[in-house]
């Protein structure tokens, strides 16, 4: 039995246990980093960005050549004849740009044939090919597996040192390739590969590609080191000590005098400014001669695809549409304003640290200190790890995490701040908190007069069980996040145990996507084996009404199967002193689980055993027929509900209770017309929720 000295002393243990647990728990949390914190950190750097962009020079030292809608109603639909292309190449070239990178990759041949006023005896190909020779040309080459294995050697040498930058970025097996006379000509060849969050959006961009067994740089990077006229790219990495549990990391990148900040895996964190008109030249000013020549002169210029047609289209953290095109060119931008984002190796252990120090001052600040005030101090505490986040963000381009620490704060502090609560206020809910999760409110208060009821142990006793489980969740679940998931499952199981409750039954347990619940205890319940069948009738129809009003979150219907059993089974307290449920044991919890397997064979959503189908005499319900339930040595009578007493006193059903018995003496007699005609004749009575399980009915007569 429970004591007050046994109370007191887990009271003790709890003010010292509680804090430690729940900083530990922060800490494993944060170096897990599951999906919903680090979207959550990501959200939260993107809000930085949005309230201090970057600030663009103003000379726009990089220009997107944009095919945009007003390029495509002067030159036609896309792709152009590459003639086009040569000549914006040329016209490019011959206004003075510093490099010229083409974000298009032209995989095949050119579609069109030569103008009918081309004297020229070269093909458009061709043309583009010496247009891309004479001018410091960057060709896109695009990392996919289901491209081409031999890939061209890269134009950028490559000088690394410590572990080989391959082991560190991301690789592609094969490419899509540009023509290789195009390549040939190209004074550089650059990976154009995108790799946004799971969201989607575009927070990083790659400055490495490996492809095959080579090193591509990013079209940014190899824009760079063509317009200052450099050769090699120097990539130092984290030296090889040859331990396994080292992962190899890529610590600084460098072409000519710029040096990149980058992710140990080569990623470059953008820092986006806002987007500029001033940034972009249209394709087709460019080729009717209308851009002067001062605007291109000593530039970087990148030529790509901005018409919404062309779906070259991607969401960062400051708009939902940006043209990849533009993402490439404030990358290089940013290169060449030296100015980073970034999050070293020792950011992580910086945040654990803190993290740490925050859980440990509130834990004193909550021994020390009145809840109100405790409160107060913790809310700076939050304040302060917000406010260092932006300042580090905003002076010294470093991105630490706010969310976390605060959330942890948050959680420390309710954590330790609850279990005062509750160690003041068990005694006297003692049986609310026992069993207000899975009884009806009525039937706690029933109970909480009769507190003797609450001792360890248990009773034999006569019940009922109805075991529910949702059809089809794995699928179900692979479409849904973490979040609709749990929303999902909260909005399905909100009316299926209202329905329960109602009908004076007792929720054990929910165990993923399932319900067990019971009847007869803790209270008397003479009428048990009949209130479990109108909770599941309630169910079915609670369900219905969830897939009529479309609110369940899925393109199909949410369907559910139902066991139900009567049997003895001991009920009551199990446990410990310090901890019990109740909850029921016995073989009849099994045989219901079971029950609840065979709705899937026998096409009724609802199978009752015998020993409950014999207490239902008023009830609409027949017979399936005999089946071995997995994990019994012999076959049980099993039987579909229905509905209940308006539906077993119909006309309707009657008839089809009839014809359903003469196809079970149909199917025992072995006389195959017999048994189609008494099948035929069931299917014709049409009653709700008998469809399934006459195909199923049919499917095995056919099997015989």
């Known amino acids: 039995m429970w004591t007050r000295n046994s109370s007191s002393i887990s009271n003790l243990s709890a003010s010292y246990l509680v804090p430690v ?35 663009a020079d103003t000379s726009y030292p990089v220009k997107v050549i944009a095919i945009d809608e007003k390029s495509l109603k002067r030159f036609g639909q896309w792709p152009w004849q590459r003639t086009i292309i040569a000549d914006l190449v040329s016209r490019l070239h011959a206004a003075g740009t510093t490099s010229i990178a083409i974000d298009l990759v032209f995989a095949e041949a050119d579609r069109f044939p030569a103008s009918a006023g081309d004297t020229s005896r070269l093909s458009s190909d061709a043309r583009l090919a010496a247009a891309i020779l004479n001018s410091r040309s960057v060709l896109a080459i695009v990392g996919d597996a289901r491209g081409s294995f031999s890939v061209p050697l890269p134009k950028a040498a490559l000088a690394a040192t410590g572990t080989p930058p391959l082991s560190s970025i991301h690789r592609f097996s094969a490419a899509v390739l540009p023509m290789p006379a195009l390549a040939d000509a190209a004074a550089g060849i650059a990976a154009v590969n995108w790799f946004p969050e799971r969201d989607q959006i575009v927070r990083r961009v790659p400055v490495l590609v490996g492809i095959a067994d080579r090193v591509y740089p990013s079209l940014a990077l190899e824009a760079l080191r063509i317009g200052i006229g450099e050769t090699t790219i120097f990539v130092q990495s984290a030296p090889d000590s040859g331990r396994k549990s080292r992962l190899p990391a890529i610590e600084a990148i460098k072409v000519g005098t710029y040096a990149l900040a980058v992710d140990p895996n080569s990623e470059l964190w953008m820092r986006f400014a806002v987007a500029d008109p001033r940034r972009t030249i249209s394709a087709a000013d460019v080729l009717e001669g209308k851009v002067d020549r001062s605007d291109l002169e000593g530039r970087h210029v990148i030529i790509g695809a901005t018409a919404i047609g062309l779906s070259d289209v991607k969401a960062t953290p400051l708009a939902p549409d940006v ?80 969310t976390y620490p605060a959330l942890a704060i948050a959680l420390t502090y309710l954590g330790c701040s609850l279990t005062a609560y509750l160690e003041t206020e068990r005694d006297r809910n003692r049986i609310r908190a026992a069993f207000g999760h899975y009884l009806a409110p009525a039937m706690v208060e029933q109970l909480a007069r009769e507190p003797d009821k609450l001792k360890l142990g248990g009773e034999m006793r006569d019940i009922t069980i109805l075991f529910a489980d949702v059809r089809s969740f794995t699928r179900l679940s692979e479409s849904l996040s973490a979040a609709e998931l749990v929303q999902f499952i909260n909005r399905l199981f909100t009316p299926l145990t209202e329905a329960i409750l109602t009908n004076k039954g007792t929720i054990d347990k929910y165990m993923g996507d399932a319900i067990l619940a019971f009847w007869n205890a803790p209270l008397s319940d003479p009428l048990h084996a009949e209130n479990t069948c109108r909770a599941a009738l309630a169910m079915r129809e609670a369900l219905a009404k969830l897939n009529h009003d479309g609110s369940t979150m899925s393109a199909e219907p949410i369907r559910i199967g139902i066991g139900i059993n009567t049997g003895n089974a001991v009920v ?71 509905g209940d007493e308006t539906l077993k006193a119909s006309s309707a059903f009657q008839l089809l209770a009839c014809r359903h018995a003469s196809l079970l003496a149909a199917i025992g007699a072995a006389d195959t017309n017999a048994k189609t005609a008494a099948l035929e004749a069931c299917i014709n009575c049409r009653i709700p929720g008998t469809e399934a399980m006459y195909r199923s009915f049919g499917a095995k007569l056919r099997e015989t």
């Open 323 to 402: 043209p990849g095109v533009e993402i490439h060119a404030q990358a290089l931008e940013q290169i060449i304003a030296g100015v980073s984002l970034r999050r070293p190796d020792y950011i992580l252990g910086l945040e654990l640290s803190l993290l740490l120090l925050s859980g440990i001052a509130v834990a004193l600040l909550l021994t020390r200190y009145r809840a109100a005030a405790a409160a107060l101090a913790s809310t700076a505490l939050a304040a302060v790890a917000l406010m260092g986040s932006w300042l580090s963000f905003n002076h010294l381009g470093l991105l630490i995490d706010p």
């Open 572 to 642: 009551g307290n199990v446990g410990s002193p310090q901890r019990f449920d109740y909850s029921v044991l016995g073989e009849v919890v099994n045989t219901a689980s079971r029950l609840q397997e065979a709705t899937k064979t026998c096409g009724a959503d609802i199978v009752i055993g015998e020993s409950t189908a014999g207490a239902l005499p008023h009830f609409a319900i027949l017979e399936v027929g005999e089946m071995t339930l997995r994990g019994k040595a012999k076959p049980e009578r099993i039987f579909a509900l229905l």
């Open 21 to 55: 647990v729940l900083i530990v728990c922060c800490l494993v949390l944060r170096i897990l980093d599951p999906l919903p914190l680090s979207q959550l950190r990501l959200i939260a750097f993107d809000s930085w960005q949005r309230a201090a962009p970057r600030i």
